[in-house]
Nanobody
Framework: QVQLVESGGGLVQAGGSLRLSCAAS????????MGWFRQAPGKEREFVAT????????HYADSVKGRFTISRDNAKNTVYLQMNSLKPEDTAVYYC??????????????????WGQGTQVTVSS
């Protein structure tokens, strides 16, 4: 069993930055790939970024590439999403997810079996 708790969301002006954190409980965190997804009102939940078990492999959605950075600290059981140059279209609820069955990155939403409750990010123009 893995529990995930996101934090760090908020209201920021366009061009600003936020860092999201996801604290995980459970013994499988260090062997799990982790991902960030987001869901805007009226839209499907979409992939944002993923990182493998030891942090040496990452993958990003084209819409955030070059602006967002995913990282992890296995000693702290935490995964991060650094978001720079934020745009109004980044406004969404951001979810952290764990792929406890595999240490390998994937963009597939159905490959993640544990999800956090989400944190709201609002970017004003």
């Amino acid at each position: 069993q893995v529990q995930l708790v996101e934090s760090g969301g908020g209201l920021v002006q366009a061009g600003g930055s936020l860092r999201l954190s996801c604290a995980a409980s459970g013994r499988t965190f260090s062997s799990s790939a982790m991902g960030w997804f987001r869901q805007a009102p009226g839209k499907e939940r979409e992939f944002v970024a993923t990182i493998n078990w030891n942090g040496d492999s990452t993958h990003y959605a084209d819409s955030v590439k070059g602006r967002f950075t995913i990282s992890r600290d296995n000693a702290k059981n935490t995964v991060y999403l650094q978001m720079n140059s934020l745009k109004p279209e980044d406004t969404a609820v951001y979810y952290c997810a764990a792929r406890s069955s595999s240490p390998i990155v994937t963009m597939r939403r159905d490959a993640y079996d544990y999800w956090g409750q989400g944190t709201q990010v609002t970017v004003s123009s």
